[in-house]
């Protein structure tokens, strides 16, 4: 007997219990995929394997259903796989060992997948169950999700024809998600040239910041390190002769930085370090609310680095200084929620270059697309190039959506409450499916799933019981 076959819902730990028994972390996901695809053969169900190993299975509705919209429940099978320091698994080749602790699921020493196994688990129990009322049936089963959605983003749409999507990749019960921002990625480039100058060389350095989710806080007004940086350069060079030697900020584009560093050559030490001194007191002034430990220090320090030359310094400090950061407009539709924002969240040296990597995030794409031109024009108009590795389309609100108003039923039906209908500012396969199917109808919901992409990720039982009668219920409900 299995780890979880006491567990309801019996059919859907007992599928959750064998992909956990597969090693499925993102760019390792041909196995799990061929065992959607055996999954599919061997219930004589219509399928679809692509070359990224995204799967697709179809089933006909049940009776009394045959003219019903179809109905697509999308998950992905990809986890972050992150194990403790002392845990000797090889998740690339072993399995989960899980566990049951009172009401939560776990795995010992490392990640647990339930975000999104959970999703792929309830999909496969409702497709190994004939007794379930539903439309006709589109179950997408996307790869490396966690990696930037390239499964989503890579995918042929052109064979689906869902109008509803069932979306099972939240974290938190009794919440549905009906909106969520798009994203795209600009990476600016600026050239620079050096030229040897005669000063005290110096270590600049901003920290003690709290940083957070570029998502899902950047709208708590904390400061960015790297912008506070390009604030500092402009300090320094408004009171003495500076140059540039190498800066370095922040570690990813999607992390608010927590703090930069630069090495400057400046001619009067003594002014540079009183002007750094008062502007750490004015940003301890600042943010003494949202982010009251900043520090700005300039000490000297030794580097036989050539600096910057004046130009250089100039643009560089221009960019950090005046780069567009933070949010940019909030929604007029939806209390609380940004709509539109950008993060700054690396900068560093590269050769002959200084490279500022965004994270543009909008639930409007025509105010996206406006927010990268404004990164581009300022990068352009300072000598450097942008490049776009990255960009998925935003879900939009619908202020009319046939199937939240279903939805919302019947969640009261198995609740007997109101349901939490929210909209986030940060990514979803949403976005990306609904950009490839413009009339697709979505809603994301899930079970209660705490401390995902660490070890201590637990999956609730009864929350969990209790989002798959909400989903058996919602399906009976879309005629």
Known sequence: MGILSSLQPQNVFRFFEELCAIPHGSHNTKAISDYLVAFAESRRLKYRQDELNNVIIWKAPTAGYENAPTVMLQGHMDMVAEKDADCPKDMEKEGLDLFVEGDLVGARGTTLGGDDGIAVAMALAILDDDSIPHAPLECLFTVDEEVGMLGARGLDASDLTAKYLLNIDSEEEKVLTVSCAGSTRAVCTLPVSRAAYDGTVCELTVDGLMGGHSGEEIHKGRANANILMGRALTALSNVTETRLVTVTGGAKDNAIPRDARALVAVKDFGAAQA???????????????????????????????????????????????????????????????????????????????????????????????????????????????????????????????????????????????????AALHAGLECGILSGKMPDLDCISFGPDLTNIHTPRERLHIASTERTWQLALETLRRLK
């Open 275 to 421: 002007a750094a001194k008062a502007l750490g007191d004015a940003l301890s002034n600042e943010y003494r609310t949202a982010d009251p430990d900043i520090r700005v220090s300039l000490k000297p320090t030794d580097s036989e680095l050539v600096a910057l030359d004046a130009d250089s310094t100039r643009r560089v400090a221009a960019f950090l200084f005046c780069a567009p950061n933070g949010v940019q407009m909030m929604s007029a539709e939806v209390p609380g929620l940004v709509q539109t924002s950008l993060n700054l969240g690396r900068v560093y040296t590269e050769g002959d270059s200084v490279v500022g990597w965004f994270m543009i995030r909008s639930s409007v794409n025509s105010q996206a697309a406006e927010t990268t031109e404004k990164v581009i024009t300022l990068t352009k108009a300072l000598g450097g190039t942008v490049d776009i590795p990255a960009s998925y389309s935003a879900w939009q609100y619908r202020p009319d959506s046939h199937l939240r108003d279903v939805m919302v039923e019947a969640f009261r039906a198995v609740y007997g409450e109101e349901p939490k209908v």
